[in-house]
């Protein structure tokens, strides 16, 4: 372990992304465990408040990020500085994303069904902090050779092409494929050529006039959905805890 750890990840110059996923895993772990404490009412956890402004903790989280951000920048690399800000960064970035779900709809939703995409972001983020960890480079620039690095134009003519294919999977509605397309190309490349979503850019743009498309679109979308969404939910409420019922609408 000792020695696979300084060959793969002290030697590459990789341990303070190390120390950042650590921090960012363990900080979502803490701060869920502590969350659902204090939605049970149980131990001796309570909300942060100041007056009558409950304190989210994206505040702290935001505030860890800058510092940790900035920390290693000021450090070039060098001493003890690296560590420790990426351990900052790692807590801080935790903190942010666990209340994604806040920040993308300007509302309290942490306990609610859409309060599901923090949870999402967060295992997202955290595997392609793993991809990079593991020597995977964005747009795959890893896979080229020297010669190959040393050929400028050919270089941004690869990574335009599989920027490309990212930005296609995207418009066809493939939002995890084209972000995990950015690290592992082919991953792109498959969402590129898979038939789009309905209700994506693609699919409104070139399946207006095609019914057969259309219609095969939406049975494939039906059957991915009904086969994934329940795993996923399980996943999800493992994780982060279930969310709330929807609460009936108020009679006039």
């Known amino acids: 372990m000792g020695q696979w750890l300084e060959r793969n990840i002290i030697e590459p110059g990789k341990l303070p992304l190390l120390l950042a996923l650590t921090a960012f895993v363990v900080t979502f772990v803490v701060t869920r465990s502590i969350t659902r404490l204090?939605?049970?009412?149980?131990?001796?956890?309570?909300?942060?408040?100041?007056?009558?402004?409950?304190?989210?903790h994206v505040v702290p989280g935001v505030i860890l990020t800058v510092v940790g951000g900035f920390g290693a920048v000021a450090s070039g690399g060098h001493g003890f500085g690296p560590y420790l800000s990426a351990v900052l960064f790692g807590v801080g970035a935790g903190l942010v994303l666990d209340e994604f779900a806040l920040i993308l709809h300007l509302d309290d939703v942490y306990w609610s069904e859409a309060g599901r995409k923090s949870v999402e972001m967060v295992v997202l983020t955290a595997a392609l902090v793993v991809l990079l960890l593991a020597g995977f480079a964005p747009f795959g620039v890893n896979d080229l050779s020297q010669q190959e690095l040393q050929n400028r134009a050919g270089v941004l003519t690869g990574v335009a092409a599989k920027f490309g294919f990212a930005l296609l999977a995207l418009s066809k509605g493939k939002v995890r494929l084209a972000v995990f397309g950015v690290i592992v190309p082919v991953v792109a490349l498959v969402g590129s050529l898979r038939l789009a979503r309905p209700g994506s850019p693609w699919a409104r743009r070139f399946y207006r006039r095609r019914p057969r498309a259309r219609a095969k679109a939406l049975l494939r979308a039906y059957r991915h959905d009904r086969r994934w969404s329940r795993p996923t939910r399980v996943v999800q409420d493992w994780l982060g805890g279930k969310p709330d019922p929807p609460r009936p609408p108020e009679r006039p």
């Open 38 to 56: 204090i939605r049970a009412d149980k131990g001796p956890f309570g909300n942060v408040t100041a007056g009558s402004v409950h304190i989210h």
